[in-house]
């Protein structure tokens, strides 16, 4: 059911990556006009239009007038964090939030709703209760966790920081808290962990008491067009299915899902060295995150994929598709 019975103009920077080709894809097959901001080049069914993400330019003629920005521009955590690249993460995402709340300020017809990506990763590590938006608490002071967590914390607090004081009187305003989105496609956290689970390696990663939050692509695809329709809601929200699971029940249900009952566990040294190897960061699978949705929940946002087993089953059976 379309939520949204009116076209709109969705306007999405930085949507030419993992979650905005979801979004665009979802927008544009229900008659909506939706336009990619990239630093580009890069083609798609829908528009794109060139920003640099650092200063106005033609792209703010697209702003204006629009009805939605949703904001998913920055450089890709999925790196080790050297000096650069947390200079490149951050500034990624500050300046092209700022950029873009001085354009929207300042437009004579500004969007009436602005998305911002933000991250489920604000809370802090949580292995004792689920973080809702109402008595979660946001990490940074957590005693023996590495610096690599704090960083992304500092990133994802000073980003809702950025998008919260930008002056934007006329556009309600939304912090997207998402957990991790899974889609069927190569080169998302999906694609990677099913890779393993189907060399045999999927086992419990860590001590596999760390709790793993998700989402279905296509409850994310719907939780946002639920955010677009429904006025009363602004502030930040999160954007996770109910029901996180832990790591060893996580990588259990998914082997599951691809018929392989048995997978060689990956203890925190292993993880180390192969996050080296792979030059990413062992947080992505260490840092507890047990982030719920409360906020939609109480607004009467019903879920597709509430539940990983259904979940897992639904994502392996579009990959074996794809195959
Ligand atoms: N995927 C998830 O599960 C997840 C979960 C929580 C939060 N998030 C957040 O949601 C946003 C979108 O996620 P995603 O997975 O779609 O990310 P992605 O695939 O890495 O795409 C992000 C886009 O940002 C643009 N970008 C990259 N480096 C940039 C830079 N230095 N300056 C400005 N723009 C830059 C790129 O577009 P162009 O190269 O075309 O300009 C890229 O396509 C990200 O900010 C991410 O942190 C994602």
């Keep these: 059911m379309n939520l949204v019975e009116r076209p709109l103009r969705i306007v999405i920077p930085g949507g030419s990556g993992q979650v905005g080709r979801v979004l665009a894809r979802y927008f544009s097959q229900r008659g909506h006009q939706v336009i990619v901001l990239t630093r580009g080049p890069h083609t798609a069914e829908w528009q794109t239009v060139h920003w640099d993400a650092e200063t106005p330019g033609i792209w703010t003629q697209y702003l204006d007038g629009a009805d939605v920005c949703i904001n998913l521009a920055g450089r890709s955590v999925n790196c080790r964090y050297t000096p650069d690249n947390r200079i490149d993460i951050y500034n990624s995402r500050i300046v092209s939030t700022r950029l873009l709340g001085e354009v929207i300020g300042s437009l004579a017809h500004p969007p009436r709703l602005w998305l911002n990506a933000s991250t489920a990763t604000i809370y802090r590590h949580a292995l004792d209760r689920p973080m809702d938006e109402h008595t979660g608490e946001l990490g940074g002071n957590e005693p023996h966790v590495p610096d690599t967590w704090r960083f992304s914390i500092r990133v994802a607090k000073d980003w809702e920081t950025a998008f919260f004081n930008a002056p934007t009187p006329l556009t ?103 996050a080296l190897l792979m030059r990413t960061e062992t947080e992505l699978v260490l840092k507890s995150r047990r982030v719920v949705p409360a906020r939609l929940l109480e607004a009467g946002f019903r879920f597709e994929f509430p539940n990983w087993p259904h979940a897992a089953e639904d994502l392996v059976q579009k990959w074996r598709l794809r195959d």
Excluded: C, Y
């Design 172 to 274: 309600r305003k939304v912090a997207m808290r998402s957990a991790i989105t899974l889609s069927p496609v190569p080169g998302n956290a999906f694609a990677v962990l099913s890779n393993l689970a189907r060399l045999g390696l999927g086992g419990t990663q860590g001590n596999g008491r760390q709790w793993v939050s998700w989402i279905h692509e296509d409850d994310f695809a719907r939780a946002v067009e639920f955010l677009i329709a429904r006025d009363d809601l602004h502030g930040p929200i999160n954007i996770a299915s109910p029901n996180p699971e832990r790591n060893r029940d996580f990588m259990a249900i998914l082997r599951e899902a691809w018929d392989m009952p048995n997978g060689i566990p990956a203890p925190r040294p292993i993880l180390e060295l192969a």
